[in-house]
């Protein structure tokens, strides 16, 4: 049988076939950053990105405007495209360049195109700064990349501080690396954070928030959210989740350990781990205020506040769930967000070594399908129009209650109905 080759590996060709267009009409063209750091690490990079002395310009006349974005022009950027089945595989092939000022704590001013190694220099952290050359298959390396990340150490390239001051973003990207990797922090670089984590206000909501949900992501949020907590960075992101954690140990311990339970993580089970301990320490705090705070400080669409919401607000019931009536449980069962919710509360239930009654319970009733577990209503307004009873605002109740007691049995057909009714 034949083995079809992962996405990673679509990408990585195409970003070869890219390298060597450009080597073979005269331009140089290295593999650049993230993917040459993970393919060293033996990881599947989830992009390909190619560094290259042709402008953006010249590289839109190689490959042809219909295959060509000038996406960053003005940073010499441009992504190459290419359609895959029902899929776009793209690359982002950007000019050696050297920044100017970085003046709101974002992004340069200008940039002037520059050498490989000035263009490694402007990089954020070493084990970023390094190029593969395809031509020669070799790692260049200008910034000592290769030993950091043998050594396993998260390292700013050049002075941290001024590396730091140039894009305060990076503070929240060593955190992320140096949890997904599980390498330490340099200490040069980590006093940088510390001096200049109260200034992360200068970065955007929505940089923030794509940090952050890297992050949530990780087998290793856990460790991750320690760091943020220890660097002052989480009082900058979440202060009222920041605030519980600075005043009580145990509360950053048991919040910790559920994160760290998780078997897939994401950035809404996590927030609903946040969430869901807030309210449970919180008792003036609602869950109006939580879909407040999320928005306020992250900004997700209102899928994922209700995600998150749905997951913390009824982690007790579910954990409970085999002592509710099944008028009760059932919406909850067929519910978009159940899986989220079930996996925060068997999380907690495991954290706190209590019983999985309910949890075993749930699981074994959403194994029975949607026809079962959401059968039909056994009547609808129609019926009770035709039935006799006047229309008006009890009809919506009178539905309802019909609704619960078919979920729990009392009432089977449209006779039971009817003898109710009467």
């Given at each position: 049988m034949e083995v079809q080759p992962t996405w990673s590996e679509i990408q990585r060709a195409f970003a070869l076939e890219i390298a060597n267009r450009l080597d073979h009409a005269k331009f140089i063209a290295y593999f650049a950053g993230g993917c040459v750091r993970d393919e060293m690490l033996s990881r599947h990079p989830s992009d390909y990105d190619v560094a290259t002395n042709a402008s953006p310009q010249q590289v839109q006349k190689l490959f042809g405007p219909a295959n060509t974005l000038l996406v960053g022009a003005a940073f010499g950027v441009a992504c190459v495209h290419r359609r895959h089945e029902s899929k776009h595989i793209n690359v982002e092939v950007a000019s050696f360049r050297s920044d100017g000022e970085y003046i709101d704590g974002r992004r340069p001013d200008s940039i002037r195109f520059a050498t490989p190694q000035e263009d490694a220099a402007r990089r954020d952290f070493t084990i970023n700064g390094m190029f593969w050359d395809p031509k020669s298959e070799q790692i260049i390396d200008f910034v000592g990349g290769r030993a950091d990340l043998q050594s396993g150490i998260i390292r700013a390239i050049g002075d941290a501080s001024h590396r730091i001051a140039e894009d305060k973003l990076r503070m929240i990207r060593a955190v992320r690396f140096a949890a997904r990797y599980d390498f330490e922090i340099e200490p040069a670089t980590w006093e940088a954070v510390l001096a200049a984590s109260n200034q992360l206000g200068v970065v955007s909501i929505e940089r923030i928030y794509d940090e952050m949900q890297k992050i949530c992501k990780l087998s290793s949020a856990a460790s991750a959210t320690q760091r943020l907590h220890d660097s002052g960075l989480l009082q900058v992101i979440w202060p009222r989740l920041e605030q519980h954690f600075s005043e009580s140990k145990t509360f950053l311990a048991d919040t910790l350990s559920i994160v760290d339970g998780f078997s897939e993580p994401s950035f809404s089970l996590v927030m609903a781990a946040f969430a869901n301990q807030l309210l449970r320490v919180d008792k003036s705090f609602t869950s109006a205020d939580i879909r407040s705070e999320l928005k306020s400080h992250f900004k997700p669409s209102n899928e994922i506040l209700d995600e998150v919401l749905f997951a913390a607000g009824n982690v007790q019931i579910l954990r409970e769930a085999n002592k509710h009536s099944w008028s009760t449980i059932q919406p909850l069962l067929i519910h978009r967000h159940i899986n989220v919710a079930l996996e925060l509360a068997r999380t907690i239930a495991g954290h706190e070594a209590s019983s999985l009654d309910g949890i075993r319970w749930v699981e074994s009733k959403l194994q029975l399908g949607n026809a079962t577990?959401?059968?039909?209503?056994?009547?609808?307004?129609?019926?009770?129009?035709?039935?006799?009873?006047?229309?008006?605002?009890?009809?919506?109740?009178?539905?309802?209650?019909?609704?619960?007691?078919?979920?729990?049995g009392s009432l089977n057909n449209r006779e039971d109905v009817k003898a109710w009714l009467a």
């Open positions: 577990l959401d059968p039909p209503p056994l009547v609808n307004g129609e019926d009770l129009r035709s039935w006799g009873l006047v229309a008006g605002p009890l009809y919506r109740q009178i539905l309802d209650d019909i609704r619960k007691q078919q979920l729990d």
